[in-house]
């Protein structure tokens, strides 16, 4: 039975899944930047505003808001993962599913726990020892939120307004790896 999935306007939510059998979902650069360029253009037309966000070679991580009633979290989702799969497919010349199952989402409504979210998401890569600190993965917003980069898909200026400063965010998101915070 699925569980009531709670998209509706002002809502926000985690968003993550990975690969079929751990496989990997992004074989080189371009596939990342043309995942990046999907999730663009359905964040626009489904109304979505992203606030954090880490691709790995394996799963991806997204956290969102819902900003309104008319356009739903299950169409912006399902259509970037149809998107990405079929161009997968296609390039690779593979079939069938390239993802684990079914999107999972955490629903999230204590404000509080939106900055450690975000901290939890952007330190994927270096939990796993692909680079040494946040800033150094590519395809995360974690550059955007410190200012080492103007992306266009994640509005810095909002995802500020979760801390009590710039500064106080900078500081928070370049700390130190965190615990899990809950286990996928």
């Given at each position: 039975m699925n569980k009531e999935r709670n998209f509706y306007k002002n809502t926000y939510h985690h968003l993550y899944n990975r690969g079929a059998n751990k496989s990997l979902i992004?074989?080189?650069?371009?596939?990342?930047?043309?995942?990046?360029?999907?999730?663009?253009?359905?964040?626009?037309?489904?109304?979505?505003?992203?606030?954090?966000?880490?691709?790995?070679?394996?799963?991806?991580?997204?956290?969102?808001?819902?900003?309104?009633d008319e356009f739903s979290i299950t169409l912006f989702i399902s259509s970037l993962l149809n998107s990405y799969v079929k161009s997968i497919n296609h390039k690779y010349e593979h079939?069938?599913?390239?993802?684990?199952?079914?999107?999972?989402?955490?629903?999230?409504?204590?404000?509080?726990?939106?900055?450690?979210?975000?901290?939890?998401?952007?330190?994927?890569?270096?939990?796993?020892?692909?680079?040494?600190?946040?800033?150094?993965?590519?395809?995360?917003?974690?550059?955007?939120?410190?200012?080492?980069?103007?992306?266009?898909?994640?509005?810095?200026?909002?995802?500020?307004s979760f801390f009590h400063s710039r500064e106080s965010m900078i500081k928070f998101l370049m700390n130190k790896k965190i615990k899990v915070v809950y286990d996928f």
């Open positions: 992004f074989y080189e650069r371009e596939n990342y930047l043309y995942f990046l360029r999907r999730m663009k253009f359905y964040s626009n037309k489904y109304k979505i505003k992203i606030l954090s966000y880490c691709l790995m070679p394996n799963h991806f991580h997204i956290f969102l808001k819902q900003t309104t079939s069938g599913t390239l993802f684990e199952s079914k999107t999972k989402n955490k629903h999230l409504e204590d404000e509080t726990y939106f900055v450690w979210i975000i901290k939890y998401i952007l330190e994927n890569p270096v939990k796993t020892h692909l680079v040494d600190n946040i800033c150094d993965w590519e395809f995360s917003n974690a550059k955007d939120l410190i200012g080492l980069r103007k992306g266009n898909l994640t509005d810095a200026k909002y995802v500020e």
